[in-house]
């Protein structure tokens, strides 16, 4: 073997090497991120910034996974209701259910919109369309517990470019949320789903940023048409203001 082609493979066997400890970490990170204590530095920021300046009570909040992070002109999309925007990175439904004694129910809500279940089915993740229901239930449980009569509005899981073939467990996971949101007082499944699908049946490539999962400022656009008039309709129109 040349000089020069020992040089190839060893350069070949480091590349291997990074490739296979970057896999390793993203496993390692994903596996956290199934953790809920994965998010406690993130619930400690929005506890001190309260403490700083606190909300005022009677907004509508909305929590859940990146897409309501994300969503970054919720209070001009929803004015003139005041909103409160308490998501958190890529959690899932269980995790907000951890923290909701901290990151929901302290503000007496005039509302609570979720937005989560996407990663709870994403590939690798052990749950089920049925676990997710399970979850969401506990979730109105928990706000019902605490702010008996506060509406409880779910989004549905959405479909996606990067997460196409999940849709089929997806799918059943909004279908069964939305079966129990019926025949349960004070909670609505709001359908942000079907409208991201084009005349193909496949989501529509506008409505997402680069990596085919988060959404364009289009797909937030829908959402705003979609979700403002349900809330509007429901709930009076507290004066402007978020946080």
């Keep these: 073997m040349s ?9 070949g066997a480091g590349v291997a090497l990074l490739l296979v400890a970057g896999l390793a970490a993203g496993a390692w990170v994903m596996r956290a991120m199934r953790s809920a204590e994965f998010w406690e530095s993130t619930i400690v920021d929005f506890e001190e910034g309260d403490r700083a300046n606190p909300p005022a009570p009677g907004s509508i909040l909305f929590t859940g996974s990146s897409s309501i992070v994300m969503w970054s002109s919720l209070a001009e999309d929803m004015a003139p209701m005041a909103v409160l925007n308490r998501g ?3 959690s899932q439904i269980a995790h907000v259910n951890h923290y909701a004694d901290r990151i929901v129910n302290p503000y007496a809500p005039s509302a609570v ?7 709870d089915l994403a590939a690798g993740s052990p749950k089920t369309p049925e676990s997710v229901t399970a979850d969401f239930e506990r979730f109105v449980t928990l ?5 008996p009569g506060t509406p409880v509005y779910f989004l549905a899981i959405k ?7 999940r849709w089929p467990v997806m799918s059943l996971a909004n279908a069964g949320i939305e079966a129990w949101a019926r025949a349960t007082p004070d909670v609505e499944y709001i359908d942000v789903a ?5 005349a193909d049946g496949r989501p529509r490539p506008e409505l997402f940023i680069a990596d085919g999962l988060h959404m364009s400022a289009e797909g937030y656009a829908l959402w705003t048409r979609i979700v403002r008039p349900v809330l509007l309709e429901a709930l009076p129109s507290p004066s402007a203001g978020t946080r």
Excluded at 3 to 11: E, Q
Excluded at 159 to 165: F, G, N, T, V
Aim: aromatic content about 12%; charged content about 20%.
């Design 194 to 198: 079907t409208p991201m699908l084009g």
């Design 143 to 147: 706000v019902h517990a605490a702010h």
């Design 159 to 165: 479909p996606s470019l990067a997460r196409w073939d």
């Design 113 to 119: 919109v979720l937005y989560a279940g996407d990663n």
């Design 88 to 90: 958190f990175g890529g």
């Design 3 to 11: 000089r020069l082609s020992r040089k190839w493979k060893i350069a």
